[in-house]
């Protein structure tokens, strides 16, 4: 099978709320998304979403002609192509989108999901309802756990940290709401919150907003109230001493690595001891990064826990780890023209079997979605006023 051509389609949608975090409390719910489309002479197309075009078109030339049964060579090609800026950034993104699309098709010509491509025994990966939900009122944010913890979860992120005492109240009502999915009740109370680990596993992700001298306090201030399962980005991402600090001054593991780029930049992470768990993203230069970074962790004895994705298409990868922990899952509708053969139950994403990635595709809906908005500014969210230097409650 030989790939004939790459295309791309911009689209813009809404989620069902807002999404927001320390950097951005207030929240946005307009986002913009690229659709990429591999076609080959066999007629199968592998589909991805994610880079921009120019990006996209630059590294056609390395694709187009070749076997997607080669996904890794070409991941190889690709990433040495860029090798004088680095593979970092938005490249990164069109790189990644590039080779999940191949994986799609790679298993799509074996007839499997991609699961089993990848070499996973069961399709299914333990799942941790996330927020992303800074702006969300606290009965929002419990009707949301409740949710999920009617689906069996018993793992939860919240997103915090420009203000202790609204955490709290906040990891309180996380905590209420998946206490009641623990199966025999050994949830305890959010008062009496029972000794980490055990379920409910509470989480909280500062974004990177603090430094490590103001991330120290803030999380032993809040350890005293309630056993923390990780914190997440509780410094910089390239703060490998800073990360290293908190974790040794802190009772909750650190997780960190979503926002890097390159499978090696995890490398000094690991060998400064930063990160008690780290996090395979898509943004890790594809699915092959990601396989790359959750064997790097394996060799240091560190499990992975893997980023959120639309549909939890990434629990393809998940379930395939030998290390893996547990699969971030936020609800909200996201890049709805297409829907993933999974299902959250028992606590857990639930793969299918339908070849690939398993994504329904409504080309008619990509229509609709294609046509941009009257008005749009970035769509990211940016760092915000006193990130690392001096915290801002979420007032000023
Ligand atoms: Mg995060």
Same mark, same amino acid.
């Given at each position: 099978?030989?790939?004939?051509?790459?295309?791309?389609?911009?689209?813009?949608?809404?989620?069902?709320?807002?999404?927001?975090?320390?950097?951005?409390?207030?929240?946005?719910?307009?986002?913009?998304?690229?659709?990429?489309?591999?076609?080959?002479?066999?007629?199968?197309?592998?589909?991805?979403?994610?880079?921009?075009?120019?990006?996209?078109?630059?590294?056609?030339?390395?694709?187009?002609?070749?076997?997607?049964?080669?996904?890794?060579?070409?991941?190889?090609?690709?990433?040495?192509?860029?090798?004088? /800026? =680095?593979?970092? @950034? +938005?490249?990164?993104?069109?790189? !990644? &989108?590039?080779?999940?699309? $191949?994986?799609? #098709?790679?298993?799509?010509?074996?007839?499997?999901?991609?699961?089993?491509?990848?070499?996973?025994?069961?399709?299914?990966?333990?799942?941790?309802?996330?927020?992303?939900?800074?702006?969300?009122?606290?009965?929002?944010?419990?009707?949301?756990?409740?949710?999920?913890?009617?689906?069996?979860?018993?793992?939860?992120?919240?997103?915090?940290?420009?203000?202790?005492?609204?955490?709290?109240?906040?990891?309180?009502?996380?905590?209420?709401?998946?206490?009641?999915?623990?199966? /025999? =009740?050994?949830? @305890? +109370?959010?008062?009496?919150?029972? !000794? &980490?680990?055990?379920?409910? $596993?509470?989480? #909280?992700?500062?974004?990177?907003?603090?430094?490590?001298?103001?991330?120290?306090?803030?999380?032993?201030?809040?350890?005293?109230?309630?056993?923390?399962?990780?914190?997440?980005?509780?410094?910089?991402?390239?703060?490998?001493?800073?990360?290293?600090?908190?974790?040794?001054?802190?009772?909750?593991?650190?997780?960190?690595?979503?926002?890097?780029?390159?499978?090696?930049?995890?490398?000094?992470?690991?060998?400064?001891?930063?990160?008690?768990?780290?996090?395979?993203?898509? /943004?890790?230069?594809?699915?092959?990064?990601?396989?790359?970074? !959750?064997?790097?962790?394996?060799?240091?004895?560190?499990?992975?826990?893997?980023?959120?994705?639309?549909?939890?298409?990434?629990?393809?990868?998940?379930?395939?780890?030998?290390?893996?922990?547990?699969?971030?899952?936020?609800?909200?509708?996201?890049?709805?023209?297409?829907?993933?053969?999974?299902?959250?139950?028992?606590?857990?994403?639930?793969?299918?079997?339908?070849?690939?990635?398993?994504?329904?595709?409504?080309?008619?809906?990509?229509?609709?979605?294609?046509?941009?908005?009257?008005?749009?500014?970035?769509?990211?969210? /940016?760092?915000?006023?006193?990130?690392?230097?001096?915290?801002?409650?979420?007032?000023?």
């Amino acid at each position: 099978m030989t790939v004939t051509a790459i295309r791309t389609k911009p689209y813009w949608y809404r989620t069902d709320r807002p999404f927001a975090d320390a950097n951005f409390p207030k929240g946005r719910q307009e986002w913009a998304g690229l659709a990429v489309f591999i076609d080959t002479d066999e007629g199968l197309t592998g589909v991805s979403i994610g880079g921009n075009e120019a990006g996209i078109e630059s590294l056609a030339p390395l694709v187009v002609g070749k076997d997607p049964a080669g996904v890794r060579g070409i991941w190889k090609s690709m990433v040495d192509q860029v090798f004088k /800026g =680095g593979n970092r @950034g +938005s490249i990164t993104g069109a790189i !990644a &989108a590039i080779d999940i699309a $191949l994986w799609d #098709l790679k298993a799509k010509a074996a007839g499997w999901p991609l699961w089993k491509l990848l070499g996973a025994s069961e399709p299914r990966a333990r799942a941790y309802a996330s927020d992303i939900g800074y702006c969300l009122s606290d009965d929002e944010l419990r009707s949301f756990y409740a949710r999920m913890a009617a689906r069996g979860v018993t793992a939860g992120k919240l997103k915090g940290g420009l203000d202790p005492e609204r955490d709290l109240r906040r990891l309180r009502i996380m905590y209420e709401e998946l206490a009641k999915a623990v199966p /025999g =009740g050994r949830g @305890g +109370s959010p008062d009496r919150p029972t !000794a &980490a680990p055990i379920e409910p $596993l509470i989480c #909280l992700d500062s974004n990177e907003y603090w430094n490590p001298k103001q991330a120290i306090p803030y999380i032993r201030t809040l350890e005293r109230e309630m056993p923390l399962f990780w914190v997440e980005e509780p410094a910089d991402r390239w703060d490998y001493e800073g990360l290293a600090r908190v974790s040794r001054a802190v009772e909750a593991q650190v997780a960190t690595g979503e926002n890097l780029n390159d499978p090696k930049e995890v490398v000094p992470l690991l060998t400064h001891g930063a990160a008690d768990v780290l996090q395979p993203n898509s /943004g890790h230069s594809g699915i092959t990064g990601m396989l790359m970074i !959750a064997d790097l962790a394996y060799g240091f004895n560190i499990p992975v826990a893997v980023m959120n994705s639309p549909g939890n298409y990434l629990a393809h990868v998940a379930a395939a780890l030998p290390n893996h922990l547990m699969i971030e899952v936020v609800d909200a509708g996201r890049d709805n023209w297409f829907t993933v053969d999974s299902r959250i139950e028992g606590g857990e994403v639930v793969l299918g079997d339908r070849p690939g990635l398993g994504w329904q595709i409504d080309l008619e809906k990509l229509e609709e979605l294609a046509v941009p908005p009257a008005h749009h500014d970035a769509f990211n969210f /940016g760092r915000r006023k006193g990130a690392g230097i001096l915290i801002h409650g979420e007032a000023r």
